[in-house]
């Protein structure tokens, strides 16, 4: 059923548009803003995966949980979040993961120390969240 006014046609040029937007977006959660000056990271990575990795123009992003993030097989509570963005506006980064285990040992940004929340509402799992203020970028 067509809906008045409702003309929806899907072109390659579209979907061409619309799938790395999924990706990066959906399973990524790269989501900036830039209005505001932050980003958004929240990754939809299944909970198996041990490593992902994204390289664009504007931002590099790479992932790795378990033996991939420490080198040791019994690791598998740590992950690792590696991101760098060349996006000139933002100025605050909030990263947003799924917590492996029931208690938090340690979490470090830039190897110091990071003030931590829970993030109300999570589905699935109980999701942390880690919000900072970025250096000026270098030129």
Known sequence: MMLPGANVTATSAT???????????GLYGILPDALNGRLLIKPGFPEEWEYASLHTPDIDFDFK?????????????????TVTHRLPAVRNLELQFPARRSAVA?????????????????????????????????R
């Open 65 to 81: 949980a378990g033996e991939a993030a420490t080198g040791k097989y019994s690791s598998r509570d740590c992950s690792l979040y």
């Open 106 to 138: 340690r979490l470090t940004v830039n190897g110091q120390n990071a003030a931590w929340r829970l993030v109300e509402n999570s589905v699935g799992r109980p999701m942390l969240s880690v919000s900072f203020l970025l250096l000026p970028m270098r």
């Open 15 to 25: 979907l061409s548009e619309w799938l790395p937007r999924a990706l990066i977006q």
